[in-house]
DNA sequence: AACTGTACCAACCGCAATTAT
DNA sequence: TATAATTGCGGTTGGTACAGT
């Protein structure tokens, strides 16, 4: 089967995301959805591929998506499931509302595995037992199997990050319903539709409660800007 | 201060799966 | 049913920040 490349040479733009970008990719999809991805991108104003367009909406820019570090909880979550399923990263993902199969991944390769090894290591007697794979091991033993206990679904972790403890969905005040005349609107967005007061907020893990909260009413203003 | 190594994370790439025609 | 188009997934890479020398 021909496959269509993803990108082609001719001006689109490849690498970081710009906050400019941002604020096109979050006003149309906002406003219109991501009816295709292919096409969206053209009709945003961005001068980028729809994977990866689509990319960073999912990964980065969707609203209910959530940032920090992970919780003990999380990571217990991670590592019961990567044993029982592999690298199956959406599947796992789709345990822990709010992670990206993307942020699980990289969390998986840049510490857990790690301490997976350590401790494979300190059961097998090679080298001394650390503190981390000490901890690592209780982590794992605390963790009961949902699938063993019938119990339902893996509930999402308490959260211990600020992101998702205020009780308000991020999605919520970010959002509005599909109006009626959604069919009928025209899905070309003119670059001048970003209206002044959209004031870019980078989505961070840099970023501190303080910075969290002033998103939080950014986004509640936003909803303004979209009726 | 400059250099090097390491950790982390956003983004890219290619293939597979799914959907549309 | 075959083919094309689109989306989703997982592996990998590249950039950046930071710590150590």
């Known amino acids: 089967m021909a496959r269509t490349p993803c990108c082609d040479k001719n001006g689109l733009k490849k690498g970081s995301w710009t906050r400019e970008e941002d604020k096109k990719l979050i006003a149309y999809v906002t406003k219109y959805g991501h009816w295709n991805w292919r096409l969206l991108p053209k009709f945003a104003g961005l001068a980028r591929c729809g994977k990866s367009c689509r990319l960073r909406w999912l990964n980065y820019l969707r609203p209910d998506v959530k940032r920090g570090n992970f919780s003990d909880e999380e990571e217990e979550i991670i ?16 345990e822990l509302p709010g992670r990206t199969d993307n942020e699980i991944k990289n969390h998986w390769h840049t510490v857990l595995k790690k301490r997976f090894e350590q401790k494979a290591e300190a059961k097998s007697g090679i080298g001394k037992e650390s503190s981390i794979s000490r901890s690592f091991e209780t982590v794992s033993e605390n963790y009961s199997d949902p699938d063993a206990t019938n119990a339902s679904p893996v509930a999402p972790a308490a959260a211990t990050n600020h992101e998702s403890d205020d009780g308000l969905s991020f999605f919520d005040a970010y959002s509005e319903p599909v109006s009626a005349d959604f069919w009928t609107e025209p899905y070309l967005i003119d670059n001048s539709y970003v209206p002044p007061e959209f004031e870019p907020v980078y989505f961070s893990p840099m970023y501190d409660v303080e910075l969290w909260n002033q998103n939080e009413m950014y986004l509640q203003e936003c909803e303004g800007l979209f009726q």
């Open 79 to 94: 590592v019961r499931l990567h044993e029982k399923l592999g690298n199956r990263w959406s599947t796992i993902a789709a």
